[in-house]
């Protein structure tokens, strides 16, 4: 399964974890609603200011980058979807200062090496395995100025609980359903890990703030 959806609602029900009717605005709407408040306290942690020069990594439908393209003069918006980037053009079509990239598997190449202020990735590396952290942060550290700051959050194998109710088992029964869905699953890695890399690529963690019961965000700083 990869990420590119020919229906808008299945792109929904992905990122939010639920299903979500095809008729109910209301629901969509609370969705877009909670996006708004998670932007808004990402800003707030980075300290972010207008002229900062941003990249989302990983825009989904566009409901955090309608959020940030209001704040920023300019944001580089990135996902590999070709569909969530043309459900995020859609979204976000009054605005002018986004620059949309897809993004591919090997180099990023949308802006130059150590041009960026911020990089933002809400709810993307909990889809990567360790490899793939790994990749994230390798391109994350050679687009960012010196004490440009990085936001990401991921899903700590510590904390994960194996319960019928939680999340993990929800993805094993996805798994399960069919295993070629195994790129949209969540992922969970190891606290020492993410730090162990966090340290390898030369980032500092200036702050650390327990999101759910498993999730983790972090706010690195390029050294």
């Known amino acids: 399964m990869s990420?590119?959806?020919?229906?808008?609602?299945?792109?929904y029900n992905l990122l939010v974890g639920k299903t979500i009717k095809k008729d109910s605005d209301e629901e969509v709407n609370q969705v877009i609603r909670e996006k708004e408040l998670i932007a808004a306290h990402i800003l707030k942690e980075l300290s972010a200011q207008k002229h900062h020069l941003v990249a989302e990594i990983g825009c989904g439908c566009g409901f955090m980058?309608?959020?940030?393209?209001?704040?920023?003069?300019?944001?580089f918006c990135c996902d590999i979807s070709k569909s969530f980037l043309k459900t995020t053009k859609k979204y976000c079509k009054d605005f002018d200062n986004i620059y949309y990239n897809l993004l591919n598997r090997n180099e990023w190449t949308f802006t130059d090496n150590k041009s960026?202020?911020?990089?933002?990735?809400?709810?993307?590396?909990?889809?990567?395995?360790?490899?793939?952290?790994?990749?994230?942060?390798?391109?994350?550290?050679?687009?960012?100025?010196?004490?440009?700051?990085?936001?990401?959050?991921?899903?700590?194998?510590d904390e994960v609980k194996f319960n019928e109710a939680g999340e993990f088992h929800r993805m094993f029964n996805y798994f399960h359903m069919n295993p070629a869905n195994s790129e949209t699953?969540?992922?969970?890695?190891?606290?020492?890990?993410?730090?162990?890399?966090?340290?390898?690529?030369?980032?500092?963690i200036i702050k650390e703030q327990k999101m759910g019961a498993e999730n983790i965000a972090l706010v690195l700083q390029k050294d």
């Open 185 to 204: 699953l969540f992922h969970y890695n190891s606290n020492m890990s993410i730090k162990n890399l966090c340290q390898s690529f030369g980032f500092t």
């Open 116 to 157: 960026l202020d911020l990089i933002i990735s809400h709810n993307v590396v909990i889809h990567f395995p360790l490899y793939e952290v790994f990749w994230f942060f390798k391109q994350t550290s050679k687009l960012l100025k010196q004490g440009g700051l990085l936001y990401f959050d991921y899903l700590s194998s």
């Open 3 to 11: 990420w590119n959806f020919s229906k808008t609602i299945d792109k």
């Open 65 to 75: 980058t309608n959020s940030f393209a209001q704040y920023f003069d300019k944001i």
